[in-house]
């Protein structure tokens, strides 16, 4: 060290001068000093004033023995602002804290400030921010709030290592018992021969015995040109309980400083495994004595300590603590002084990584899924809830991927040019997806349409605890078939597709008991973007492009970059992984999605619907009446308007040939000329006409008016004059007509339909309340 | 201005000062409403309240821009337009009835506003025998010639300890009243009311389980007198007057430690030994707040550089420390939290410490 007055002449580099006058500057800082000076590196201490409960300021520091005053020092190198200060606290600064980075016992400790890299905080805050953050570190150290049973127990330090373990924390952690105890794995390595030779290993979790004739440990193979390979022995150790029979806890924090044999039996005994962990370390000890071996080769120590509280970023309280030791060529496992290496620790990836990382919940319901369509919004909705950890269970599609398909599909050819030779199919390159990640789906190279038709096509889509049915085939004849299919324990269906030619999204979620279903959501959604002029020019006048293909062949597709198929399908991703964390609506949901005039961004909305009142058919060809709340609201208050009197309207909505259905999602008001009596009413015709125009251009004709509906005074079924007008209205209808009759015991219907030329009139009656909905 | 936040949530508010000047955003002062109002709590009615707002004495620099900034008049009253702040329990020292009246204290505007509000309070409970939040009151010592007999249960007397803020009981607080003492007589009410007489309160704070976590000593611009008859009162059990944390009376001045003038005597002036004794009951790291501009060493008073000397000679045996809200130059408040651990001045941040000051736009700047 040298005294700042005698530190040679030679000037302060700018930024070093710019940011020791930003650290004076800053309110926590009491003062900054130049200690030392070596060639182009200074070192300054900056004396750190942390504000402290009036108790602990009185003995001047806190219980931990953080000083109301500390002097940090800071030193910078020549490659500054590139590259940080180096920062450490005094030597004796109590290393019961989390957040110190890993070093050896006898140097100074270095905090770990901030999650990413210091230089990368200075660049975006300014010097001031990273003291700033010293300052924070200082704070929370003080009051031992680095680790808190909220937030979770700090994992021990140990960036920056180069020697990696991959292994699968929950399997490993289950082999920790009450009883303390060690166990055996064998994992295969990879060794690389640079000067210093990292090590890469996976540790399978399968405890197995290391048995006298058990020569796995003395067999190394080359690997590759750079590297070796083997397998190597892994001992796990675990603590039990303590002299006094309580379960032994780790509860105190200590940052990596394991360098040697003894270091590694001393940290053992602190977390309380070092009995088991002897037994091990001197079982394959004498192994190697009675049988030496003139190679190196690694062994793996992982430590397992019991955490007061859940570990940061993992379900458990369970810490994993990798160690490795290379033994042969004369180094022993008996020997204290024998190196030891830090192992990081990598995970598998597991669904419990991956729901982690993605911010979900590992302790939410897992709903298993089948896909319907692994086109392109299929594929990528796949790749997504697997990402998510909700990997699809079931996947269905028909199709192979053509080479048209990966202008938009996730999945890459199989082989370049030649890819159309292999015949792959789209549930194929999906499943290989999913399964590198999940288990593998079970797939069904069928035509969807088929499956809800008989029981073994049923199971094979939903096999039993299915949870949704996910389609994204944008099938309009798929959506009916499986929305009015006759399969009374159907899945719910959720539908995802996108619609005007990519430049909206339509995403539907059955309600309960499907109802709605799914077809009756689409209707519901037509009824939605109708009355929405700018949605409606998108939904309904895209023109399908038909992309040629190859010679002969086409198909119907949208012209559309995979960026924008993506964009939407993201969104669409988490509507679903939302509906699989929270579970489905009671009632059903509409989610419209829309692309802004600058194509770029979006806009969704989200439109409920509560269960709908469904009239059941009482013979087999007459049709269902399925009415959405909202209509019988506004037929009940135009009832309340007209007391006494018989009063009607106009019913909107459309009617499904699979189903066999009418969907009626709302309603016209009686023209002005219309009159209400006792007896009768008579629906006007005073403007009508326009208004029906107006509806069918607004939707496109994707609704239409479909019937009437009045009330009767009492409950009653059709009377002579509505079977009359029903005749009359259905040689003028080229669907089948509804007139809906509200009495005060619930619905009733008159469907009239000519058939064969207009020559032969269907009539049927139907009745239903309100409570039918259910 | 000092805002109390209880760890059951809820908020005492304790004398005012928002100036003209801090209603301007090109002002120079801090924009003090905008910084109490941030940190207060709406309820259903999107409404702006307080708990409970202690007056301490009824002086300018204690009550300014209540007018301007809280509600006054029955709670039915208020509007979101105006968006002004709901007093839910007002806490007031019984001079405000008499000051009225008095003719060498002028009341200014806005304290004339708390009595008439004060008033239609204490009448609202004399009519009902209860009142509800916006209508509460709790008088805060006794009035001479036992004017305040009739008001029951929203009178706290001298030495009494209380719990309960807007008509609630809570564990989070207790608070003894300490002063305005009852005068005696007419003599000694004019040497009282001369020395301008505060509502003085120890306020105990709850935290984690800790019942005394901290305790406040609060005496608005309470003077020597005063502070000379409490220690006579509480000498022999001092208890009442420890503290964690001092506002030190009228914002640091000398006149709470002494009978002399500073800018007369200087050097020559004699503390009293009872008024420091009063002020000196700090507990270990205990902190003494001044709430004034920065301290100098020169004639000015408040603040005065002897009195911060005789508060530094306090707390520093008990290694506790002076400070002073203007410490730091920035605008941010000065923020004490209280965890199990006891009382702790939270850190300026970084945005209110003025780091990021620039010389633009102080004044015009020339470019040629």
Same mark, same amino acid.
């Given at each position: ?19 020791? %006058? ?14 030392? %000076?070596?060639?182009?590196?200074? @070192? !300054? ?14 003995? #001047? ?63 975006? =805050? ?44 929950? *399997? ?11 166990? !055996? ?7 690389? =021969? ?76 602190? !977390? ?14 004498? %192994? ?12 793996? @120590? ?20 990798? !160690? ?30 991956? %729901? ?32 998510? #950890? ?47 990640? *999940? ?30 049915? @996910? ?18 324990? =159907? ?41 929405? *002029?700018?949605? *409606? ?14 010679? #002969? ?151 239409? @008016? ?69 | ?368």
């Amino acid at each position: 060290m040298t005294d700042a007055s005698a530190a040679p002449a030679a000037p302060i580099p700018i930024p070093v001068a710019r940011a020791l %006058r930003q650290a004076s500057a800053h309110p926590s800082v009491d003062g900054v000093k130049l200690v030392d %000076r070596v060639d182009d590196e200074f @070192v !300054y201490s900056i004396d750190i004033r942390t504000e402290m409960p009036a108790t602990w300021r009185a003995v #001047g520091q806190s219980p931990i023995g953080v000083r109301v005053v500390e002097s940090v020092n800071l030193t910078f190198s020549s490659l500054y602002p590139l590259l940080a200060p180096l920062i450490e606290l005094r030597a004796d600064f109590d290393r019961s804290h989390p957040h110190l980075n890993p070093g050896p016992a006898g140097a100074p400790p270095v905090p770990c400030l901030v999650a990413g890299s210091p230089r990368e905080l200075i660049q975006t =805050r300014g010097f001031i921010g990273l003291i700033d953050q010293l300052v924070e570190w200082l704070e929370k150290a003080s009051a031992l709030e680095l680790n808190n049973p909220a937030a979770g127990w700090e994992p021990v330090r140990r960036d920056h290592i180069h020697d990696i373990a991959v292994v699968d924390s929950a *399997a490993l952690h289950a082999l920790v018992e009450r009883k303390g105890g060690a166990a !055996y794995m064998w994992a295969p390595y990879i060794h690389t =021969r640079s000067d210093v030779g990292h090590y890469r290993l996976h540790v399978p979790i399968e405890p197995g015995p290391f048995g006298p004739n058990d020569t796995r440990l003395f067999a190394r193979r080359n690997f590759r040109f750079r590297e070796d390979s083997g397998h190597c022995l892994a001992i796990a150790a675990w603590a039990g309980k303590g002299g006094d029979g309580q379960l032994q806890v780790a509860d105190v924090y200590r940052p990596e400083d394991v360098a040697t044999l003894a270091d590694l039996r001393a940290r053992a005994a602190a !977390y309380g495994c070092l009995e088991f962990l002897d037994a091990k370390l001197k079982h394959v000890a004498s %192994r190697l004595t009675a049988q030496p071996i003139d190679i190196i080769v690694p062994i793996v @120590v992982l430590l397992l300590p019991r955490r007061p509280y859940r570990v940061v970023g993992t379900d458990s309280n369970i810490e994993t603590c990798g !160690y490795l030791v290379e033994v042969g060529k004369g180094a022993d496992l008996l020997n204290p002084e024998t190196a030891v290496r830090l192992l990081g620790h990598r995970d598998t990836p597991s669904v419990a990584v991956l %729901r982690r990382t993605s911010g979900d919940d590992l302790a939410a319901a897992t709903l298993p899924w089948t896909l319907i369509g692994c086109g392109s919004v299929g594929s990528k909705l796949a790749l997504h809830l697997t990402r998510a #950890g909700r990997a699809p269970g079931v996947l269905v599609d028909r199709d192979l991927l053509e080479p048209h398909n990966f202008a938009r599909h996730a999945a890459l050819p199989f082989d370049g040019e030649r890819h159309s030779l292999y015949m792959i199919s789209k549930t194929y390159s999906v499943a290989e997806m999913v399964r590198s990640l *999940a288990p593998e789906p079970k797939r069904l190279d069928l035509d969807a349409l088929s499956l809800p038709l008989h029981a073994d096509g049923r199971i094979a889509v939903a096999p039993s605890a299915t949870a949704m049915i @996910v389609n994204t085939t944008g099938s309009a004849v798929l959506r009916e078939v499986y929305g009015h299919a006759d399969w009374a324990d =159907r899945p719910p269906l959720v539908e995802a597709c996108l619609v005007g030619a990519g430049r909206a999204a339509f995403v539907g979620i059955e309600g309960s008991g499907a109802n709605p279903n799914a077809s009756d959501l689409m209707a519901e959604a037509y009824n939605v973007i109708r009355q929405d *002029a700018a949605l *409606a020019d998108i939904v309904f006048s895209a023109e399908a492009e038909a992309i040629q293909i190859g010679q #002969g062949c086409s198909t119907f597709s949208f012209a559309l970059s995979d960026a924008q198929l993506s964009a939407f399908t993201a969104s669409m991703a988490m509507v679903v992984a939302g509906a699989q964390r929270e579970g489905l609506p009671q009632g059903g949901e509409v989610r419209l999605g829309r692309l802004g005039d600058d194509g770029v961004s979006q806009q969704w909305s989200r439109f409920a619907t509560a269960p709908w009142i469904v009239v059941e058919r009482t013979a087999a060809d007459q049709p269902a009446i399925r009415i959405h709340p909202r209509v019988h609201a506004a037929i009940e208050a135009d009832i309340a308007q007209w007391p006494g009197v018989e009063t009607g309207g106009v019913l909107i909505g459309r009617f499904s040939q699979i189903g066999n259905c009418f969907q009626v999602v709302d309603t016209l008001p009686a023209p002005e000329d219309s009159t209400r009596s006792v007896a009768e009413f008579v629906l006007g015709t005073r403007g009508l006409k326009t208004l029906i125009d107006a509806l069918v251009q607004s939707s496109r004709g994707t609704l239409q @008016v479909i019937g009437t509906w009045h009330s009767h005074l009492q409950p009653s079924g059709p009377s002579g004059t509505d079977i009359a007008t029903g005749a009359l209205l259905a040689t003028q209808q080229l669907g089948p007509l509804l007139m809906l009759i509200h009495t005060s015991g619930g619905y009733s219907a008159l469907t009239t339909e000519a058939v064969g030329g207009g020559k032969t009139l269907l009539m049927a009656t139907a009745r239903g309340s309100e409570s039918d909905g259910a | 201005m000092t805002l109390v936040e209880l760890e059951s949530g809820r908020t005492i508010l304790i004398d005012i000062r928002i100036r003209a000047d801090a209603d301007d955003p090109d002002g120079e002062a801090p924009d003090v409403a905008a910084q109490l109002r941030s940190r207060l709590k709406r309820d259903e009615n999107d409404c702006l309240y307080v708990d409970a707002f202690l007056l301490t004495h009824p002086d300018a620099d204690h009550i300014c821009g209540l007018r301007n900034h809280f509600h006054l008049g029955t709670p039915e009253g208020w509007s979101k337009s105006s968006d002004k702040i709901l007093i839910r329990e007002m806490w007031s020292s019984p001079i405000i009835f008499r000051r009225a009246n008095r003719k060498s204290h002028i009341l200014c505007d806005d304290a004339a506003a708390w009595a008439t509000e004060a008033r239609r309070r204490v009448a609202y409970f004399k009519q009902w025998g209860f009142a509800n939040a916006g209508n509460r009151i709790k008088v805060l010592g006794e009035d001479i010639d036992r004017k305040t007999d009739a008001l029951g249960a929203i009178l706290i007397k001298a030495d009494e300890t209380f719990s309960t803020i807007d008509g609630a009981f809570d564990s989070s607080f207790s608070a003894r009243l300490l002063g305005p003492l009852p005068p005696a007589d007419e003599a000694e009410e004019e040497v009282l009311s001369k020395n301008d007489s505060s509502v003085i309160i120890q306020l105990t704070l709850a935290s984690g389980n800790q019942p005394q976590a901290a305790r406040y000593l609060i005496g608005g611009d309470a003077e020597v007198a005063i502070w000379e008859r409490i220690w006579a009162k509480h000498k022999l059990v001092p208890d009442v007057l420890a503290y964690d944390i001092l506002i030190a009376p009228h914002h640091c001045s000398w006149h709470s430690l002494s009978w002399d003038s500073w800018s007369k005597k200087r050097e020559e002036a004699k503390v009293s030994a009872d008024a420091r004794s009063a002020l000196a009951q700090a507990r270990p790291g205990a902190v003494v707040i001044a709430s004034s501009k920065p301290v100098k060493d020169d004639e000015s008073d408040p603040p005065c550089i002897r009195a911060k000397r005789e508060y530094v000679g306090i707390v520093k045996p008990v290694g506790g420390e002076f400070r002073c809200v203007s410490d730091g130059g920035g605008d941010e408040p000065l923020v004490v939290e209280t965890n199990w651990a006891g009382p702790k001045l939270k850190r300026a941040g970084l945005i209110g410490a003025g780091l990021y000051a620039t010389g633009v736009g102080s004044e015009a700047l020339a470019h040629g």
